[in-house]
């Protein structure tokens, strides 16, 4: 069973200070790693502050691109730096990290569809390792490069390698409804359209309610939590939000292979 | 048209120095790229002193494979500080250059044969960028990860991509005859097997009898120059030996697209 991890930026960097690793939090979230029995693992993490600092800077989003190679130089240089220091955590914890760059794998066509062949990740999971994939730039037909976020790569690759588990690790503990309590399970977007009600998107690649919708979509259950959950996510057990939409339910699951 | 140029090895490092770029042979190769109008170009340099030093260390070849994620991490991590380099020296003369890296994109079957998805670098010719792949490990189903030589790249891209020019730019001047003078076409293996006799083979990815054999079987004429022949192949012009196989017949060309 392949699981697929998500570390947000704001868990990784100090989202306030542009490129700093927040090291507390880096070394905590790949302890949990190193210390679980998780077997075929991709782990992407976002940009927090490298990615979104300099796409910023150069006025670059999912939909707006760039043809300046400096400004690609810039947006993905900053996030293979950040990766480094992810996939560096992980060896040092004896966790087989390897790097894995959006920009060299994947691409969008001129309506913005994304495609990230699978063939790579897959094999490096065969053999044992941990992929680690990033938010990032892409090529985007007719626009030059525009921002590929992390969630939308773990959309993309929890379906191309059948993910059974897919873990949204944040610094919130959960979705929140509107007292600001986690609500533990999501299985249709009403369930939480109250507390979503309005998008509460705070960078480039959107909210909560996006992301919401976007796991709904997924063939397998999703969790949504703080690093508190982590553990608990990487040992097979409930975390935070457990999202699962029609795509999980058990009486489709002959559809599946 | 697209142009696929690959650049030796022991044309941009000093092979007997490790991690050692040859700063002299990159300025005066990255000027030649950015002083010519070339259109849709695709570079792919070799590891020379990074790659191969690091890979000799580890035991790892293109048949023999590792799955230390440390020593992925080195030679991995040794081919991207080279590529950054060219990549740099290529912005600084205004060539629109992009890293794409082939441990992100490739991967081998248990047969060892090479799967290179076309659609990043595709796209990103067709923005403008100028991509920069270059010698690597890639995932191997069964054998962790092999090495993956730049002119394995060369051939795999020169297919996909339906290239119509493919250059071979390293130290020596083409493919040279008994008396060391250089062949000016070979259509043939036949035309250099006296020559070629014996594989000279001094590194981990074969000597110059695989590369003509391999050049044979592109659908491009291709040519094997030294640095001097960079500027006349980049105009569109002869250089060094031209190599083209029953892949370019003028009687088979009504099989292209």
Do not use: W
Not at 32 to 50: D, N, Q, T, W, Y
Not at 74 to 85: E, I, P, Q, S
Not at 164 to 191: K, Q, W, Y
């Amino acid at each position: 069973m392949t699981t697929v991890l998500k570390l947000g930026g704001s868990v990784v960097t100090e989202k306030d200070n542009p490129e700093q690793v927040d090291e507390v939090s880096l070394a905590r979230t790949t302890d949990a790693v190193a210390g679980s029995e998780v077997e075929r693992l991709v782990v992407v993490h976002g940009g927090g502050s490298f990615g979104h600092y300099h796409a910023a800077t150069h006025g670059v989003t999912t939909t707006q691109g760039t043809h300046d190679s400096g400004a690609v130089a810039d947006v993905h240089g900053a996030m293979k730096t950040l990766n480094r220091r992810v996939v560096d955590a992980l060896l040092a914890r004896d966790v087989p990290a390897v790097p894995v760059h959006p920009l060299s794998l994947g691409a969008r066509d001129a309506e913005g569809d994304l495609t990230l062949p699978a063939g790579s990740v897959r094999t490096l999971l065969d053999e044992g390792f941990v992929p680690v994939l990033h938010g990032d730039l892409v090529a985007h037909r007719g626009k030059g490069t525009t921002v590929v976020s992390g969630d939308e790569l773990v959309t993309s690759l929890a379906g191309s390698l059948d993910a059974e588990r897919v873990g949204m690790c944040s610094t919130v503990p959960g979705v929140l409804d509107a007292e600001g309590e986690v609500i533990p399970h999501i299985g249709a977007f009403e369930d939480a359209a109250a507390a979503l009600g309005g998008s509460d998107a705070t960078d480039v690649t959107g909210g909560m309610a996006a992301k919401v919708r976007s796991l709904l979509s997924l063939g397998a259950p999703a969790f949504v939590f703080g690093p508190d959950g982590l553990g608990a996510f990487l040992a097979g057990e409930e975390a935070g939000t457990r999202i699962d939409g029609a795509g999980t339910d058990e009486d489709e699951s002959a559809d599946g292979e």
